[in-house]
């Protein structure tokens, strides 16, 4: 009985509303929305009338857990917001992307030189990709991009070349180190996803010299104010 009705409020909250959970890692990335909706820049959840905003920590386990504990029966979509280095050139920082599929992409097994992923050892798939009830134009008209999630970010040259040759070259490929788990917990949850990145940096042997943070928060969060200032 609780699992039937549970799945009717899920029901009725998705045809009559619509409530947003923003995630981000850090509060740094939404520094301007903060502000913007008069909110607090150290605490991990707070309300708004628009939507929810939830910090959940740099990494997919500290994003796994603060999803689980604040994810809440109201919330129809999870807005994954944050920066994310490009393997593509045609990416370059300050790109607003939307990812489309996302990856663990470290998830699985070592054969000698040969990397197993997880649907070869038989354990399901490391690859997601969110099931959306809603269209949502604003995030459809951004460039679409394939995500992979990451316990260390790339910098030498040999495991950027391998990573690549594991994915060809025709993925539009941009890595972060939130973004997979936030697909697995909305499908996990039956709700709404989205994953918006802005391109800080190309991923290249480490060069903050080239990065151009500043410049990826602001589209980042003139982007998510004007979503979520749109009428629903």
Request: proline fraction near 5%.
């Amino acid at each position: 009985m609780t699992l039937r009705w549970n799945g009717f409020l899920r029901s009725y909250v998705y045809l009559y509303t619509m409530k947003i959970l923003v995630a981000a890692a850090t509060s740094a990335e939404l520094g301007p929305l903060i502000d913007r909706f008069s909110l607090g820049h150290d605490q991990p959840f707070q309300r708004h009338e628009h939507f929810d905003l939830l910090v959940t920590g740099v990494g997919m386990t500290a994003t796994a857990f603060a999803l689980g504990r604040f994810v809440l029966p109201e919330h129809t979509l999870l807005l994954n917001l944050g920066i994310a280095g490009s393997f593509d050139p045609d990416f370059p920082p300050g790109t607003l992307v939307r990812v489309c599929t996302d990856t663990f992409s470290e998830l699985g097994a070592e054969d000698g030189e040969k990397f197993l992923p997880l649907d070869e050892l038989g354990f399901g798939s490391a690859s997601l990709q969110p099931e959306n009830r809603r269209q949502y134009p604003l995030a459809e008209a951004l460039p679409a991009a394939a995500g992979i999630t990451v316990n260390t970010v790339h910098g030498n040259e040999k495991s950027i070349e391998t990573l690549l040759s594991r994915y060809g070259s025709g993925l539009r490929l941009v890595e972060s180190m939130e973004g997979a788990a936030c697909f697995h917990a909305a499908l996990q949850l039956d709700i709404d996803c989205l994953q918006v990145r802005a391109i800080s940096n190309r991923v290249e042997r480490r060069n903050r010299n080239a990065w151009q943070i500043g410049r990826a928060i602001g589209e980042l969060n003139d982007w998510a104010i004007s979503f979520l200032l749109q009428p629903r």
